[in-house]
Every structure is written in C-alpha cells, then in structure tokens.
C-alpha cells in the first residue's frame, strides 16, 4: 500500500495505461451534480483532487466555471489535459501531493471527489478528511462518489462501507447526503455512495 504515497507509481500507471478506474467520461452522477447548479456558482472556488484525466474539470469548464483547480500525482493526465484546453489557466493545474497543498494558500468554496479517496493508503483516510476540511471555506462543500463494496487487495481501489464514513467524517463534517447513487455508470451500479457534505464550523 505504500506505493500508492509515491508519485512514480501513479506516473507510471499512465504510462502503461493500467488505469482501470479511468471511465473515458463525466461521471453520471457528477454531471447531474453539476447541471443543477445555479449561474451564480460558476465563479466559486472548487477543487478536483486526484483528478487524473479530468474530465470533470474539463465539463465544468465547458459550462463556464472559471475557477476550478485541478491537482494530481502524476505529470501525464495533467499535460494530457492542458493539451485539450490550451486556455485553461496554467496556475490551476497542479502536479502535486494532494496531502501537501497549504490551507494557508487554498481554499474552497467547494471539493469534488471522484475516485481519489478510494487511491490512497487507507492508513490516512483519518488524515484526508482533516485535510479536506482545512482547504474548504467556512461552509464549504465536500461533494462527490465513495465506492460503497470491498475489492479485498492491497492496491487501489480500495474500498468501503458507509459506515466507515459516517464515522470518519462527522467529526469535521456535516452529512448531508450519504446515499447509494441511483444514476451511476453502468459499471458502477449499485456500488457508489453519492456524498454531499458541509465541513462544520
């Protein structure tokens, strides 16, 4: 499990092209996420962690969101994307480890989580919750999937159960929606949580 700290493993997994999670598309449940979303949101400030090919960010910046933040591991999926969208803001795409971004330098109106949390060692789930809740605004959202099964390997996805999360993120969080998304990809059905929470004050 310790590989998955390293930023060579995910390179490389770009590079063979071993990227399973890699749907080839907006996630369903995202997409519907951020169809609704009011004209006034497009200039909040959100966050994609463990982006990797981005499709997400790209939609959102296709719909006229101006200030999204993409931030990945690996060089690969990030000079893939900037190549797709030339003029997305160079600044905003960030190859870094996620665990290391500074509250003191980012924050969010809201986060998007979309097969990052299932990537990392499950050793610091405790440690990516905290760290959500640094980067997020007072009342800011974390918003996105959790896988809701168990794979049983030591390399990622790594699974879970709602429960687990209930527990590890009310401490910092307010659940506002923790349900089994009924939109999913078909390859994911019945297998996602739909998550949307406030960081507490």
């Given at each position: 499990m310790e590989k998955v700290n390293q930023a060579e493993?995910?390179?490389?997994?770009?590079?063979?092209d071993s990227i399973g999670w890699d749907m080839g598309e907006v996630s369903p449940p995202l997409k519907a996420y951020i169809d609704q979303l009011p004209e006034s949101?497009?200039?909040?400030?959100?966050?994609?962690?463990?982006?990797?090919n981005a499709y997400e960010v790209g939609y959102l910046r296709e719909q006229g969101f101006t200030n999204v933040t993409l931030v990945d591991f690996a060089q690969s999926p990030i000079e893939a994307f900037a190549k797709r969208y030339p003029d997305f803001p160079a600044e905003h795409l960030i190859?870094?480890?996620?665990?290391?971004?500074?509250?003191?330098?980012?924050?969010f109106d809201w986060i998007l989580e979309q097969t990052f949390f299932c990537a990392i060692n499950p050793l610091r789930r405790d440690e990516y919750?905290?760290?959500?809740?640094?980067?997020l605004k007072p009342n800011g959202r974390l918003v996105?999937?959790?896988?809701?099964?168990?794979f049983g390997r030591d390399e990622p996805p790594f699974g879970g159960t709602k429960e687990e999360y209930q527990q590890r993120f009310q401490p910092h969080f307010e659940i506002e929606i923790m349900?089994?998304?009924y939109n999913s990809h078909p390859a994911r059905q019945g297998?996602?949580?739909?998550?949307?929470?406030?960081?507490?004050?």
């Open positions: 493993f995910w390179q490389q997994r770009y590079e063979t949101a497009k200039a909040q400030a959100i966050l994609v962690p463990g982006a990797g190859c870094a480890d996620f665990f290391t971004l500074s509250p003191e330098q980012y924050q919750v905290e760290q959500m809740a640094a980067l996105g999937l959790l896988f809701d099964k168990a349900e089994t998304s297998s996602e949580l739909f998550i949307q929470m406030r960081v507490k004050a």
